[in-house]
């Protein structure tokens, strides 16, 4: 949760406070517990537990209440004004926007109840103090982006990416400095570098990358994703869906005596199963078959994924638009919990450490795509640079 939430922006300013009604709410629900231990639970042990329990959040949500954290940005007189403490002596810190180093963007893990999420947080580090000061968390990579960006600009302070590091730092000037940009200035007038007409790096059978070279249409198509633990639980879940569901129909096509409630249920039932086995196995098969897709369209790239012939998913990236096509660490928590959920129930498939690999992350101000996980070293360094080429009209 960030330390503070934006309440006002506009052209000359920016502000943020933290919400002092989430401590009341917090210090109701502890005092609803207590009352609860006190009054209604006649077992000593679990009054005293529900009593305490709730004693604590009422504690914490009075200084939740009182807690006062709040931060002016005044753009036109580029000042900050910073109040932090407990109420009623709050302490009041002034300053010159120089002070703020730039705007951090940088990925944290998240916990709900039965998985791990990451979280893209937006933080404004002060000169002189160890923790920045969190001012937005998004879900999703371009949320988190444009958020930060948004703020660097306005602030006129570098980005300082630290998604990954060593950090990257880029002065707010140039933020919107595409790769066609940054390509025209590294060739210096002769012309636009072309890698894209290379072909992909082949293994022991060849390629395993798909590329059709058709000027203007061009396409690469990933090797599938493979077999995983997902794939395989699905496939096996969904035959035996189909195979309960075929013996029912058989039992009572054949005459076996069969246990129906209302009668004549089976023939709905059955079919159902079959149905529903049967395309869960379909499931399966896709995630492994899925693979992942590049399409030129003019000016326009579509990256997505192909699953059974059609393309899902795509996301539309304008070519002179792209401002980042790089190798990446995958935006994946570093352990999976391993449980998969169907409807309202949740499956326990173990948990197990895992180091995300790369990817190759492409970034606009309107989209932002990652693929190229299940590749290795080499096709992922011609993907980039094939992209690359690409986005800057090679």
């Known amino acids: 949760m960030a330390d503070v939430h934006l309440v006002r922006e506009t052209e000359g300013e920016i502000a943020f406070a933290h919400p002092p009604a989430a401590g009341v709410v917090f210090a109701v629900i502890g005092g609803v517990f207590a009352a609860i231990g006190y009054f209604a639970i006649d077992d000593s042990v679990g009054a005293w537990v529900f009593t305490g329990v709730g004693l604590l959040f009422v504690a914490i949500g009075i200084g939740g209440a009182f807690w006062r954290h709040e931060l002016r940005l005044d753009l036109n007189a580029r000042r900050y004004s ?5 109420w009623p002596s709050p302490k009041l810190r002034e300053g010159g926007l120089e002070e703020i180093e730039g705007v951090a963007l940088q990925t944290e893990e998240r916990r709900s109840k039965d998985h791990t999420y990451t979280v893209w947080v937006v933080k404004l580090p002060f000169r002189g103090e160890e ?4 001012v937005h968390e998004a879900r999703d990579e371009m ?5 930060a960006e948004s703020l660097a600009k306005k602030l006129r302070v570098p980005l300082l990416d630290r998604t990954e590091m060593p950090e990257r730092v880029t002065p707010w000037e140039k933020l919107d400095e595409t ?5 025209a200035a590294q060739s210096k007038g002769w012309g636009v570098p072309s890698s894209v007409g290379a072909p992909p790096p082949a293994s022991f059978g060849g390629s395993r990358i798909f590329y059709d070279q058709t000027p203007s249409r061009r396409v690469i198509l990933l090797p599938a994703m493979g077999m995983n633990a997902l794939s395989i639980f699905l496939g096996l879940f969904g035959l035996a869906f189909a195979a309960g569901g075929g013996f029912f129909l058989y039992a009572m096509l054949s005459g076996m005596p069969v246990n129906e409630s209302p009668e004549g249920a089976g023939w709905v039932i059955a079919p159902v199963f079959i149905l529903i086995g049967l395309g869960t196995v379909t499931f399966g098969y896709a995630a492994a078959a899925a693979r992942g897709v590049v ?3 003019g000016d326009t790239l579509a990256i997505g994924m192909r699953v059974l012939g059609r393309d899902w998913g795509m996301k539309r990236f304008v070519k002179r638009e792209i401002e980042q096509v ?3 660490i995958a935006a994946e928590p570093a352990r999976r919990s391993g449980r998969l959920r169907v409807g309202g129930a949740s499956i326990a498939m173990g948990s197990s450490p895992s180091t995300p690999g790369q990817e190759v992350l492409v970034r606009s101000d309107r989209a932002v795509a990652r693929l190229g996980k299940n590749l290795t070293d080499e096709e992922r360094q011609w993907l980039r640079d094939a992209l690359t080429s690409m986005a800057s009209g090679g």
């Open 131 to 134: 923790e920045p000061v969190s």
């Open 143 to 147: 949320g988190g982006y444009a958020r």
């Open 82 to 86: 910073r109040l932090k403490g407990f």
């Open 326 to 328: 790089e190798l990446r």
């Open 295 to 297: 399409r030129e369209d």
């Open 179 to 183: 790769v066609a940009d940054r390509v």
